[in-house]
Every structure is written in C-alpha cells, then in structure tokens.
C-alpha cells in the first residue's frame, strides 16, 4: 500500500506517490504533473566525510530517451554524458534548495531525480524542482523545507503559470521562481526586455502560487515525514574564536582584508594563516578547523563593516561600479572580437559566423528544441584567479554562466530571415574577480556588433550582492559585487539587459529567501548600473553593428526557389549541386521550403553558383540565351553544359549560318559558346542553335 496526495496546479493535476518506490532512500517520491512521471529520491550518508570544510550536497537530473519514446541518436544506443539541459536543471534545483540545509551539516546529500515519461505540456524540469524538496522534505535529512517553485511565462501581456508547449513557443518571459513560506529564494529568468515593474510583478504572481503547492506539500509531510536524525556538527568552537581574536585583533583583520587587490588581500590572509598555525602547532583540535574559522572571521569582518560603516573592501561607494573599459578588434582574423574589464575582471570574447547547416543539433526531451541556431561558451581557466589545476573540460559552473549569457543576448539576435547565419561566441575568462558571466555579456554583445551581427540593441549585465543583519529590515543591497562580497555575502543578484528591459536574471542566495523591498532594489540598482555601461562605456567602444560582416567572416547569398524544383538543383545522388560546390569551392544549403543558402568568401564564385541554380531551376522557353561549355561532339551536333547536370543539344545545321561540313571545324570539346533556346527535341532533350543568337 502507498499513500497518493492530489491538487490542481495551474489547472492540471499534480500526484505524489509515497511509499511506493524506492523506499531504501532516506526520502522518495514518485511525482505526477499530467503525464509527466518523475522519481525524486533523497539519500544522506551515515557519517560525514572527512577533511572537507563545505556541504557535500549532489543533484542529479537524470534524463531518459525512453521518456518521449526515443532511442538516443549515435553509434552508443545508450544515455551517455549529461545533457546542457540536465546540468542546468541540476542547478536550479540546487541554487534554492543549498541555503536550506545546516551550514554545519558535512554528511553527503545525493538528490536524484530520474524522469520516466514527459508530457510536453507538463515540463519535468518543474516536476522535478517539486520532487527534490518535497522527497528532502519528508525524508531525515535535516532540512529547513518545504519549498515550492513556479514557472511563469507572458503571453497577450498576461501571465501564464508553468506554461504548456505551446505558450512557451509565443511567451515572451520564461520565469522560474522558487520560494519558502515567507521569501523567495530563487529567480531564474530569460525574456524579450520584459520591464522591471512587469518582472518583479510576475516574481511575486509566482510567489503567491508557491504558497498554496507549499500547504500542500505541508499536509504530506505531516502524515508521511519522517523525524529529521542527529548529526556531527562542524560549527567552529568560540572558543577558538576568542582565541584568534586575541593574536590578529579585530583592526588588524579589517587592515588585511580592505583592499582593492586580489592578491594583496590572500597574502595578508596567508601571513595571518601562518602566524595562528605557529601559535596553535600543539593543539590540534583548533589546527583542523582553523581554515574555517579564519574564513568566518573574515566573513564577519567584512559584512560588520559594510553593514554598519557601509565600508566596502576595495573602498568604493555602496552604488559604484569599479574601474570600466571596453574594446574592440583586439584579436586579428577572428570574425568579431571584444574585451570588456570590470576591475580585475577581464573578458575577451570571439564571436564565428557560418552558415546554418552549423546550427547545433539537439537530442533531447523537449520535442520542441531540434536545434541551437545561437551558441554561447564560456571558459574558467584556473589562471584567471592564479591557480593552477589541470583543464578538464567545461564543469557545470562554466556551463551554467555559458547559458545565462547566451539567454540574455538570445532577444536581440536577429532573425535567420535577417541575418542567415549560425553564430558563436566564446567567452574567455583572462581574469576574474566577480561576476564574469556579466562581465560576458558585456563583450559578446559588443563581439556580435564587431562581427557584423545586427543586434537590435547593446545588451549589458551586472550583479547585486547583499548584506544582511539580524532582521529582514537590516540589509544593505551593494552593486557590482567582487568576489570577496560573493564569498562573504548573502546575496548574487545577476541581471542582463536593455535599455527597454530584462533579457535575464540569475539569483543566487545563501539566505533563507528575500523580501519584496530587497529584491525591487536590487533591480532598480542593477538597472541604474548597466544603462551606465552602455551609455558610458560599451557605446564608446562601439555605438552599433557594423554595416557588413568582416573580411574574414564567410558572406552568404539567400534565394528562394520552387519547393518542386529542389530534386533538380540536387541530382541524381547529389551529382549536381557537388558538381556546383566544385566548381565554385562554396557552401550550399537548401531546406524543404526552398530556401537556399550559398555561403563562401568570394563574391564572384557565390555569384556564378547563384547563377547555376537560377538557370537549373528556370522554366526554360524557346528564344532564351544560355552560355555553357561544350563537353560532347557527335557526328550531328555537339552537346552544350549551361548549368552543371544541365545540358542540350546544338545540332550540326544550328552551328553556323555557313554550311558545316565537320562538327569540329565550328567548336571543340572545352569551347565556351553563347546558344539561344529552340525548345525541346523528340526525344525531350534541349534544342539549342547558335547560328541564331545574334537574332
């Protein structure tokens, strides 16, 4: 026997099954939104792991072929490595879910999710948003739960709540909110510069929804929860405190940490590590956690000071944004290239053009996502914070910030009818010192202009931070965090977009959730910050697109042909437009529409392959002039190529307005000759003549 719990959400049906499924978990639920089947499951170690000074918390959103009735595309017939999607996936569930767990707590947390089966009208990315906090929330594992998320999308100026496929396909916002009874505690958003009264209005319309699927998950816990168990704690000792406090007092903790250099800043910190290693080398109870508490003292030093002296580490004012500049060009061959630097955060991003037959292709669950016309990379390398550590790959950090810009610059692209090209920019990380996935969007947008992209407008993105004290009215909202007020804050309010609104937000918090008045200010901030750096800074570098893409870049004609037409221009096997491709060295690409695309960086080439096309798919008429080359000669005529696959015939009596005794004597094999349509012989041949061109 299990237990089924039932409620209507955003007018369709929201089941849990407890106690059905996997019930060696520490918590389990088999969660239903329509037709959308998620198992979440939540599972703790007994002990903590040793020698780790964080939460060891895992997310896992484990997406299944089967689940839209598909076997994976490839050689491999099996899931292979996460999906963009599920990594994403895992770190929204993640981002709200962290805050809420003891920050002493060291046992690892393994949250699966595995989906089953996909309605398309019911994402399982929410289903499984659910499931996590709802199978921690009724599971052992301490955990300050429930919470409850909501997707909104803006459809005819109205909000939709957790938006079926087809309103996704016209919305013009995609919301996702998470809350606790009282605050939110995640926002996740991309939009068409969506206002920011209309955003904050759609944040707390998601919010209000919350609270009802928070009473319900209220109700299964009661009857199903289970009794959260005892664990070790990794609190640092006041005693240890005290002790520090005594050998680097309190001033001498503020000295070391306010400054505007990175490296000034960690080599006081590793001068004062050194001297309380010496001071405590006998006692080894305080030398295994006193990483930790020299990382608490700092944390308390700086909030203190921005909190009560508004003093921030570097000097700057509450509002100010550190030392800007942007550029262009700086990188020779690329097709677009910009630089922006926020202090000591530097990012230089390329921008590639090619044709749309380069667009990524998709193997996913969302039937509605086939292709990626816009890619947006990001890399982290460890020398941008002066480490050093082998490259692996892009972790899930590099993915997520690679996303979040590529959502923010996503509105302004324009159309593949505009502007027909699949485009890519790569954001290189040279060095970091907060919010580079902002500090990416500020040089893609100005790379896309460099590149020849027609953007509808410049895009720039910042971050907010936040301090908070003892109560929900102490707060203090700081713009442009570094990462030493990221580390030490409570509060990562990242914010992209227009002069005419938001393109994407990304919060992050390690709070118990934000108040209406903290979250409106930090985006009015955000929005005062990047109108400043478009207008003061990236203008500057470059004011708008260039008028033609660059030398390099490849150049792409459009033409549009009769659908029943496509077989002629292709051939038998592919024969004439690869006889085309070699001829001319260009790309071409035709969809089922008949629109082609012939892409290549010579002009005369893209236009003689334009011209072969145009010929091959004309109807053709007696009294038409063709030029071809003559690649056959017969004892009756010779046989004329006007387009490649294409030819006809130019009978010995047509050759000339002399008598011709000899083919030969009039062309040969090789010859380019001028030849006037006749119409089709007996045999439904082209019939040509040259003797009458003149005619």
């Given at each position: 026997?299990?237990?089924?719990?039932?409620?209507?959400?955003?007018?369709?049906t929201?089941?849990?099954d407890?106690?059905?499924?996997?019930?060696?978990a520490?918590?389990?639920?088999?969660?239903?939104?329509?037709?959308?089947?998620?198992?979440?499951?939540?599972?703790?170690?007994?002990k903590?792991?040793?020698?780790i000074?964080?939460?060891?918390?895992s997310v896992?959103?484990?997406?299944?072929?089967?689940?839209?009735?598909?076997?994976?595309?490839?050689?491999?017939?099996?899931?292979?490595?996460?999906?963009?999607?599920?990594?994403?996936?895992?770190?929204?569930?993640?981002r709200p879910?962290?805050?809420?767990?003891?920050?002493?707590?060291?046992?690892?947390?393994?949250l699966?999710?595995?989906?089953?089966?996909?309605d398309?009208?019911?994402?399982?990315?929410?289903t499984?948003?659910?499931?996590?906090?709802?199978?921690?929330?009724?599971?052992?594992?301490?955990?300050?739960?429930p919470?409850?998320t909501?997707?909104?999308?803006l459809?005819?100026?109205?909000?939709?709540?957790?938006?079926?496929?087809?309103?996704?396909?016209?919305?013009e916002?995609?919301?996702?909110?998470?809350?606790?009874?009282?605050?939110?505690?995640?926002?996740?958003?991309?939009?068409?510069?969506?206002?920011?009264?209309?955003?904050?209005?759609?944040?707390?319309?998601?919010?209000?929804?919350?609270?009802?699927?928070?009473?319900?998950?209220d109700?299964?816990?009661?009857?199903?929860?289970?009794?959260?168990?005892e664990?070790?704690?990794?609190?640092?000792?006041?005693?240890?405190?005290?002790?520090?406090?005594?050998?680097?007092?309190?001033?001498?903790?503020?000295?070391?940490?306010?400054t505007d250099d990175?490296?000034?800043?960690?080599?006081?910190i590793r001068?004062?590590?050194?001297?309380?290693?010496?001071?405590?080398a006998?006692?080894?109870?305080y030398?295994a956690?006193?990483?930790?508490a020299?990382?608490q003292?700092q944390k308390?030093?700086?909030?203190?000071?921005?909190?009560?002296?508004h003093?921030?580490?570097?000097?700057?004012?509450?509002d100010?944004?550190r030392?800007?500049?942007?550029?262009?060009?700086?990188?020779?061959?690329?097709?677009?290239?910009?630089?922006?630097?926020?202090?000591?955060?530097?990012?230089?991003?390329?921008t590639?053009?090619?044709?749309?037959?380069?667009?990524?292709k998709?193997?996913?669950?969302?039937?509605?996502?086939k292709?990626?016309?816009y890619?947006?990379?990001?890399?982290?390398p460890?020398?941008?914070?002066?480490?050093t550590?082998?490259?692996?790959?892009?972790?899930?950090?590099?993915?997520?910030?690679?996303?979040?810009?590529?959502?923010?610059l996503?509105?302004?692209?324009?159309?593949?009818?505009?502007?027909?090209?699949?485009?890519?920019?790569?954001?290189?990380?040279f060095?970091?010192?907060?919010?580079t996935?902002?500090a990416?969007?500020?040089?893609?947008?100005m790379?896309?202009?460099?590149?020849?992209?027609?953007?509808?407008s410049?895009v720039?993105?910042?971050?907010?931070?936040?301090?908070?004290g003892?109560?929900?009215d102490?707060?203090?909202?700081?713009?442009?965090?570094?990462?030493?007020?990221?580390?030490?804050?409570d509060?990562?309010?990242?914010?992209?977009?227009?002069?005419?609104?938001?393109?994407a937000?990304?919060?992050?918090?390690?709070?118990?959730?934000?108040?209406?008045?903290?979250?409106?200010?930090?985006?009015?901030?955000?929005k005062k910050a990047?109108?400043?750096?478009?207008?003061e800074?990236?203008?500057?570098?470059?004011?708008?697109?260039?008028?033609?893409?660059g030398?390099?870049?490849?150049?792409?004609?459009?033409?549009?042909?009769d659908?029943?037409?496509?077989?002629?221009?292709?051939?038998?096997?592919?024969?004439?437009?690869?006889?085309?491709?070699?001829?001319t060295?260009?790309?071409?690409?035709i969809?089922?529409?008949?629109?082609?695309?012939?892409?290549?960086?010579?002009?005369?080439?893209?236009e003689?392959a334009?011209?072969?096309?145009?010929?091959?798919?004309?109807d053709?008429?007696?009294?038409?002039?063709?030029e071809?080359?003559?690649?056959?000669?017969?004892e009756?005529?010779?046989?004329?190529e006007?387009?490649?696959?294409?030819?006809g015939?130019?009978?010995?009596?047509?050759?000339?307005?002399?008598?011709?005794?000899k083919?030969?004597?009039?062309?040969?094999i090789?010859?380019?000759?001028?030849?006037?349509?006749?119409?089709?012989?007996?045999?439904?041949?082209?019939s040509?003549s040259?003797?009458?061109?003149?005619?």
């Amino acid at each position: 026997m299990y237990k089924k719990f039932e409620m209507e959400l955003a007018g369709r049906t929201l089941r849990v099954d407890v106690d059905r499924v996997a019930k060696q978990a520490n918590g389990a639920v088999l969660m239903h939104y329509g037709d959308t089947t998620v198992l979440c499951t939540a599972t703790a170690s007994d002990k903590p792991r040793e020698g780790i000074d964080f939460f060891p918390l895992s997310v896992e959103y484990n997406e299944r072929m089967y689940a839209v009735g598909k076997i994976p595309g490839g050689f491999n017939k099996r899931e292979g490595k996460a999906s963009e999607n599920a990594i994403l996936t895992d770190r929204v569930i993640d981002r709200p879910m962290r805050p809420l767990f003891p920050k002493d707590y060291r046992n690892d947390v393994t949250l699966e999710n595995l989906v089953l089966s996909v309605d398309q009208d019911c994402s399982p990315e929410l289903t499984a948003m659910l499931g996590a906090a709802l199978a921690t929330s009724i599971s052992d594992i301490p955990f300050d739960g429930p919470i409850s998320t909501t997707q909104v999308g803006l459809v005819d100026g109205e909000f939709v709540f957790n938006p079926t496929a087809a309103q996704k396909e016209v919305s013009e916002l995609a919301l996702t909110v998470a809350s606790t009874k009282e605050k939110v505690i995640m926002i996740e958003a991309g939009a068409k510069e969506v206002p920011e009264a209309k955003m904050i209005e759609a944040i707390f319309a998601a919010h209000d929804l919350n609270q009802k699927v928070i009473a319900f998950f209220d109700t299964i816990v009661a009857e199903c929860g289970k009794p959260k168990h005892e664990y070790q704690s990794f609190a640092v000792p006041q005693e240890l405190f005290d002790a520090i406090q005594e050998i680097v007092p309190a001033a001498e903790m503020e000295e070391a940490v306010f400054t505007d250099d990175k490296q000034t800043r960690e080599e006081n910190i590793r001068v004062i590590t050194e001297r309380l290693e010496e001071a405590f080398a006998d006692n080894e109870e305080y030398l295994a956690k006193l990483g930790e508490a020299v990382y608490q003292y700092q944390k308390k030093t700086v909030r203190k000071m921005i909190l009560k002296d508004h003093k921030r580490p570097d000097g700057r004012a509450i509002d100010q944004i550190r030392p800007l500049a942007a550029e262009v060009d700086l990188i020779p061959r690329v097709h677009g290239s910009a630089m922006f630097t926020r202090g000591q955060t530097q990012i230089c991003t390329m921008t590639t053009l090619a044709p749309l037959s380069e667009a990524q292709k998709l193997d996913g669950l969302d039937e509605a996502e086939k292709t990626k016309r816009y890619m947006h990379h990001y890399n982290f390398p460890s020398y941008s914070v002066g480490e050093t550590r082998p490259s692996r790959g892009p972790g899930r950090r590099e993915i997520g910030h690679g996303a979040l810009a590529e959502r923010a610059l996503l509105p302004v692209l324009p159309s593949e009818s505009e502007f027909p090209y699949a485009i890519r920019t790569v954001s290189e990380t040279f060095e970091s010192n907060g919010s580079t996935s902002q500090a990416s969007v500020c040089a893609s947008s100005m790379s896309l202009m460099a590149a020849g992209v027609p953007i509808k407008s410049a895009v720039a993105g910042i971050s907010a931070g936040l301090v908070t004290g003892e109560t929900d009215d102490d707060y203090l909202v700081l713009t442009d965090i570094q990462g030493l007020e990221d580390f030490f804050g409570d509060m990562d309010f990242k914010v992209a977009g227009t002069h005419e609104g938001i393109t994407a937000i990304q919060m992050d918090i390690k709070i118990h959730g934000l108040t209406r008045p903290i979250i409106e200010e930090a985006i009015a901030a955000t929005k005062k910050a990047r109108t400043y750096i478009m207008d003061e800074v990236m203008s500057k570098a470059i004011a708008e697109p260039r008028k033609e893409v660059g030398e390099f870049a490849p150049k792409i004609i459009q033409m549009q042909i009769d659908p029943q037409k496509i077989g002629d221009v292709v051939g038998q096997r592919g024969k004439t437009i690869n006889a085309i491709i070699d001829e001319t060295g260009v790309k071409i690409d035709i969809d089922d529409e008949g629109n082609v695309s012939i892409c290549g960086t010579e002009k005369e080439n893209m236009e003689k392959a334009a011209k072969y096309i145009q010929t091959i798919v004309t109807d053709y008429e007696a009294g038409q002039l063709f030029e071809g080359k003559v690649i056959s000669i017969k004892e009756f005529g010779a046989f004329v190529e006007f387009a490649p696959g294409k030819e006809g015939m130019v009978h010995i009596s047509k050759l000339s307005k002399q008598r011709v005794d000899k083919v030969e004597d009039v062309v040969s094999i090789g010859d380019v000759v001028k030849v006037v349509c006749l119409g089709k012989d007996k045999m439904g041949r082209f019939s040509f003549s040259m003797k009458d061109v003149a005619e």
